[in-house]
Structures are given as C-alpha cells and as structure tokens.
C-alpha cells in the first residue's frame, strides 16, 4: 500500500501578498535589516493582544542574511556584530521568518499562539490595517472590544 504524504506548513503565519505589499513599501526608505516583530501580551477579552513592531534589534544580522539570500556580497565591516545578532536570535528563542524582503520574528512561545494564522493589510472606505485571521481562537464574544476575543 502506498505511503499517503502529509505536508505541514513551514511557517507558523502567513502573510498575504498584500500585507508583505504594504510592508514593503513602508520599509523602502529603511536601511536593510528592519523586522517585523509580532508578539502577544496581556490585555483583551481573551487574556491576550496582539502586537507588531518594527525592530531594529537584530538589524545588521538580518541585513547579513537578505544579503546572502539576494546572492549579494554582505559588507565585512559589521560581519562580528552581524554574526552575533545572529547568535542572540537563538539565544533569545526567536524564530525569523522570511516573507519576500520582510523578516519576521517572533517568540518560540508566540509563535505557538500563531500557529496557523494568517496576517492579511485591508483597506476600503472605512478602514486600513492588518486583520489577523487566527485558528487558535476559541471563542468569540460582543462585547465591542477593538481587541480580539478568543
């Protein structure tokens, strides 16, 4: 009998091509390297926030890495300081992952929060922003809350 074959996804999120789109365009006049950082804290209807920043934490590491992966030459001027931002994002338990240009980061333990959801950028008459479409919610409730519910 043959072997059935089961494919996991490989990033905890994903981002929909407008949401990298809109990112993008807000990094353009960066230096390279900025992240996108999402996270969850305390607070809303469900114990939980979400939360997304730029972070400058891991700058020079990330850039060293969009280097490589552009198949460009990255700078030796910061390679020592590049190499040991890339060794704090073990130690600190991040995970990066790559969407186009765009690193996100993230918690080992955000990301099982994250799991499977999927950050979309909207825009219509009424209203911009991210939508955070996430399957580990478990409920929802009407209490007219900006925060999600779950």
């Known amino acids: 009998m043959p072997q059935k074959t089961?494919?996991?996804?490989?990033h905890a999120i994903t981002l929909t091509d407008?949401?990298?789109?809109?990112?993008e365009e807000w990094l353009r006049d960066e230096e390279p390297g900025l992240a996108l950082h999402i996270f969850v804290e305390p607070g809303g209807c469900s114990g939980l926030?979400?939360?997304?920043?730029f972070s400058d934490q891991y700058r020079k590491g990330?850039?060293?890495?969009?280097?490589e992966r552009n198949g460009q030459v990255p700078s030796q001027a910061d390679e020592a300081e590049a190499k040991a931002q890339l060794a704090?994002?073990?130690?600190?338990?991040?995970?990066?992952?790559?969407?186009?240009?765009v690193p996100l980061i993230m918690s080992m333990e955000d990301r099982k929060q994250f799991h499977g959801?999927?950050?979309d950028y909207v825009e219509?008459?009424?209203?911009?922003g991210f939508a955070i479409d996430n399957p580990n919610l478990q409920a929802s409730c009407a209490c007219s809350s900006d925060e999600p519910c779950g």
């Open 18 to 23: 407008a949401a990298v789109a809109k990112i």
């Open 117 to 119: 959801a999927r950050i």
């Open 88 to 101: 704090a994002l073990v130690t600190d338990t991040m995970t990066v992952q790559w969407f186009g240009s």
């Open 124 to 128: 219509d008459l009424n209203n911009w």
């Open 62 to 67: 990330l850039a060293r890495t969009l280097a």
């Open 49 to 53: 926030r979400y939360k997304m920043m």
């Open 6 to 10: 089961v494919r996991r996804p490989t």
